[in-house]
């Protein structure tokens, strides 16, 4: 059996995590013995054609990337088919039935069939009829409502785009060819930005409550491709895919929230405009594109590419499981009890924590504000319409460090209540002027009120770090992350604070860190609101970063002991 397809199947039959998708090929090496299928309407029988996108994204959800080394999951995945593959075409739902019904419908099964314990489900699916227009999608508020209710987080894919972007810049293709690397890039961004209110995101991804993936332009393959065309859009800067469409949310909120690995999608020059277009070139193959199960072809097992929003959105639900595997396996104690909708708000903290820019502002911001004036809300806003947070490298939410160190915690917040926790500081932090990070992330799910300009019910907020907090970490707020007012629009608020200045406080002491509910917007709500919140504290190179901070706190990670032998 080749390598890619010899996979353990795990062992537990309880999923924490779902897919609502088209049906796939169950019987693939890679997903039999994986999936816990559930299929109430017998769309297996209708699906006669091609299982491309259902088979994809439970590939993808359950192993990630194939081209990446194996990271297996714990638990098998509960799979509600909600689209059939016809005879010919794309996968398709059920003429006879709603959209929005098909869901609510099977997120109540999941509830009561299999899938009582499932927290984190994937939505790899969007209404190309609905791009968002500033009001909230009837299929956005039916996720609000059951991420509130069942304690769900739901990981909806942005969208893609295939249309063409005009280059105005240049005459004709020669003059595109004949310019430099740097001025192609800018000219294609430029383009893209002229078009940014043609391309927003697709309903439900303008759910308040859900989280919201974009595709970046990354993935593991390692094959190089010879040829002039097509050609990456962007070489020398990292950037969401050509294809993936853009925000912002509600209110000006950050949508999409984040972007992970959705493929090295190319571009090619339409042969016949001029000026010269640029459209997104649609096919993956092995050169750019996550590898993924598919439909056997002549006998053979199959294995494709894929690329775009929906893949990242599935990989986003791959790391999440990863994440509460890692969580379960260190804090048993902890886990094993807590609420579901807590567990879920601890994910989507969890899982936005490690995104950042990675410097492709001083990319953007040159070109969207190119006589540098602008306000720092509408620069940072205009950024954040492409990147979100910014980028998510799985291994970055998951892996530990010896120079750095996430603490995280759960629970409610009752009406205009705040609870404020002690972060014990590093003495390391105070004894060099190395660069540090100081990174907090607070997520929670609100109830809504559907036709009213509040819709969202509750609003948590991060108060802002003050000396002698800020003189004692040594630190001061990064440009490079949405403003306050806008990251406090939705319902995750990502706070990164950086320098490198020497930290000023004594030994064994902690910096406050405070969480707060704002006060209800309408009608006061008496129910208390679960909310899951990570800070990390990271110096490069500082090497007792982690086990100063365990050293300091109560409720430690369990240690596991290598048997002897």
């Known amino acids: 059996m080749p390598d890619d397809i010899a996979r353990a199947v795990p062992i537990n039959d309880d999923p924490i995590a779902a897919v609502f998708d088209a049906v796939p090929v169950q019987t693939h090496p890679l997903l039999a013995g994986h999936l816990a299928v559930d299929d109430p309407d017998n769309l297996e029988a209708q699906a006669v054609g091609p299982r491309v996108h259902g088979t994809a994204m439970a590939s993808l959800t359950v192993h990630g990337d194939l081209n990446d080394p194996a990271s297996p999951i714990s638990r098998r995945v509960y799979f509600r088919p909600v689209m059939f593959a016809p005879a010919l075409g794309d996968e398709i739902f059920d003429s006879g039935k709603l959209v929005i019904d098909v869901i609510v419908e099977a997120v109540m099964r999941m509830r009561r069939n299999g899938g009582m314990n499932v927290v984190v489900v994937n939505l790899s699916l969007g209404d190309r009829t609905k791009p968002f227009g500033g009001k909230i999608s009837t299929w956005a508020r039916a996720l609000d409502f059951l991420a509130y209710t069942y304690g769900i987080l739901f990981l909806v894919s942005a969208g893609n785009i295939n249309d063409g972007v005009e280059l105005g810049g240049f005459p004709d293709q020669g003059a595109f060819h004949s310019a430099t690397a740097d001025d192609r890039e800018k000219a294609i961004f430029q383009g893209l930005d002229a078009v940014k209110a043609d391309r927003r995101v697709l309903a439900p991804a303008d759910s308040v409550n859900a989280l919201t993936i974009g595709s970046w332009h990354r993935d593991s393959s390692q094959e190089v491709f010879g040829g002039a065309s097509p050609f990456p859009a962007y070489a020398n800067v990292q950037m969401p895919n050509l294809s993936s469409r853009l925000g912002l949310g509600v209110r000006r909120s950050t949508k999409p929230e984040v972007l992970l690995a959705g493929g090295r999608q190319r571009v090619r020059l339409d042969p016949v405009a001029a000026p010269p277009v640029i459209v997104p070139h649609p096919h993956p193959t092995r050169f750019w594109g996550l590898k993924v199960a598919a439909h056997p072809e002549n006998g053979a097992v199959g294995l494709h590419f894929t690329v775009g929003t929906s893949a990242a959105t599935a990989l986003a639900t791959h790391s999440a499981h990863r994440i509460f595997d890692a969580l379960e396996d260190a804090y048993p104690e902890l886990i094993g009890p807590m609420p579901q909708a807590e567990r879920a708000a601890l994910l989507k903290a969890l899982l936005v924590h490690s995104a950042s820019w990675r410097g492709s502002d001083g990319f953007i911001r040159p070109i969207v504000d190119p006589d540098l004036d602008l306000h720092h809300e509408h620069w940072r806003r205009e950024v954040c319409r492409y990147l979100g947070y910014g980028f998510v490298d799985p291994e970055d939410a998951v892996a530990c460090a010896a120079d750095r160190a996430t603490l995280w915690a759960t629970g409610t917040l009752g009406p205009e209540s705040s609870v404020t926790f002690d972060v014990p500081l590093p003495a390391a932090i105070g004894a060099s002027a190395n660069q540090r990070e100081v990174r907090v992330t607070l997520a929670w799910f609100t109830p809504i009120r559907p036709g009213h300009l509040a819709y969202r019910a509750v609003k948590l907020k ?23 007012s806008q ?72 240690v596991r002991v290598a048997a002897q032998t």
């Not at 003050?466 to 040594?474: T, V």
């Not at 440009?479 to 306050?484: A, I, T, V």
């Not at 902690?510 to 899951?532: K, V």
Request: glycine share 8%; proline share 11%.
């Open 487 to 558: 990251s406090e629009s939705g319902t995750i608020v990502h706070r990164r604070w950086l320098d490198s200045r020497i930290g000023n406080f004594a030994p064994g002491a902690t910096f406050p860190l405070q969480i707060q509910r704002e006060r209800d917007q309408g009608t006061p709500i008496d129910e208390p609101i679960p909310f899951g919140l990570a800070v990390t504290l990271e110096m490069p190179g500082a090497a007792t970063i982690y086990q100063e901070v365990h050293a300091n706190i109560v409720v430690k990670p369990r």
């Open 462 to 484: 991060i108060a802002s770090l003050q000396d002698p907090a800020i003189e004692a970490l040594g630190v001061r707020t990064s440009p490079q992350q949405p403003s306050n």
